[in-house]
């Protein structure tokens, strides 16, 4: 036979085969039945068909409600006189300024309601006033609006003009107190900076602390140092690069508040976690008691015995030498003449004993 001969408990391979697509038809079948049960459920959910028609005709409207309610906000009430801007308060204002910009504000808000806060109309409002930076609304409803004022503040002058620490050029701008002076590179145009020094310049004189703004003279960039500002009656500051601009100035105002550091010619802030003073006098020290006072007497050799280590340059230190001493610590060792006691009345004997030049007790 062509199939071959057949097995006890197996069926033979062509109803095996047959039996396949038949499988896969039924569940393909079962799937677009639940596919369809499913499409009509959803339709009947948005169509509200599963609700009792009393209830269906509520849901409408309803719905037809909130509709009318939305296009009547939308064309009528939004700027309605009900909600229309009664009270306007207006802060943040510190410049000579700050009365005509506080009525320009006034004037276009009283013409916006609490639920329609044209803010477009209010920035045009002050676009002659270079001093505001930006604007903060909040509508408190039904008639009042409070407007808060974030003014440039004037960092340094450059060209003439002042110059917040953005780099925005405050035309018109009157200046209150002295401000540093920073070179530019090219002519000034438009309403920003243009070279990039400059507004690296511009931003670290915009991050300095208030106590200090009054002092500073001059900002400078050296192809060493970075960025290097004078201070009046006080050191230079090295920043070197414009980041961690906050963290500079505050190791800054710490070293200048040192009184170790009084007298430094510049202040190197340019790492910010380990700031140094330069440019200090050195440091001298004065002899415990005159020469040739009773006091000498009393006091100890600090020279090392010979074969020590010196702890400051880790070297074995030489052994002394007869009739020498050494002076005070001021970078450099000198000898000195050893100042004779009260007691003695004569020259000491000449060493016979490689004591050191110390004559041994008597016997």
Do not use: N
Not at 76 to 102: H, I, M, P, Y
Not at 151 to 162: D, F, L, N, S, Y
Not at 196 to 219: D, K, Q
């Amino acid at each position: 036979m062509s199939g071959g001969p057949a097995v006890a408990g197996r069926r033979p391979a062509s109803k095996r085969a047959k039996s396949r697509p038949r499988g896969r038809a039924k569940a393909r079948r079962a799937r677009s039945a639940r596919s369809a049960e499913l499409t009509a459920l959803a339709v009947r959910v948005l169509t509200l068909r599963m609700l009792p028609p009393r209830m269906r005709r509520r849901v409408f409207m309803v719905l037809a409600a909130c509709l009318v309610l939305a296009a009547g906000f939308q064309f009528w009430l939004r700027d309605s006189t009900l909600v229309a801007v009664e009270k306007v308060t207006v802060t943040g204002l510190t410049t000579k300024d700050a009365s005509r910009v506080r009525a320009s504000l006034v004037a276009a808000a009283h013409t916006m309601t609490t639920l329609h806060v044209d803010r477009a109309e209010l920035e045009d409002a002050i676009a002659a006033y270079p001093v505001v930076r930006a604007l903060h609304v909040e509508a408190d409803f039904p008639h009042r609006l409070e407007i808060r004022v974030i003014e440039h503040r004037p960092a340094a002058i450059v060209g003439g003009m002042p110059v917040a620490g953005d780099g925005t050029i405050l035309r018109g701008l009157p200046v209150e107190g002295r401000l540093p002076e920073i070179d530019v590179r090219g002519k000034l145009g438009g309403d920003r900076l243009t070279d990039p020094a400059s507004l690296r310049a511009a931003r670290v004189a915009g991050g300095a602390p208030g106590p200090l703004r009054g002092r500073l003279e001059r900002i400078d960039i050296r192809s060493e140092e970075g960025i290097v500002i004078e201070l009046r009656d006080g050191p230079e500051l090295y920043f070197g690069s414009a980041t961690r601009v906050r963290a500079k100035w505050i190791a800054a105002v710490r070293i200048l508040a040192d009184p170790e550091a009084a007298g430094a010619s510049y202040i190197d802030v340019r790492l910010p976690g380990r700031p140094a003073a330069g440019g200090l006098p050195a440091e001298t020290l004065a002899p415990v008691a005159p020469a040739g006072s009773a006091d000498l007497a009393g006091l100890t050799d600090t020279t090392p015995p010979a074969g020590a280590v010196d702890p400051a340059t880790e070297q074995l230190a030489p052994a002394p030498t007869v009739g020498e001493g050494t002076a005070p610590s001021t970078g450099t060792a000198q000898p000195t003449e050893a100042a004779p006691t009260p007691t003695e009345s004569a020259p000491a004997p000449p060493d016979s004993t490689g004591a050191g030049g110390v004559s041994p007790p008597p016997g």
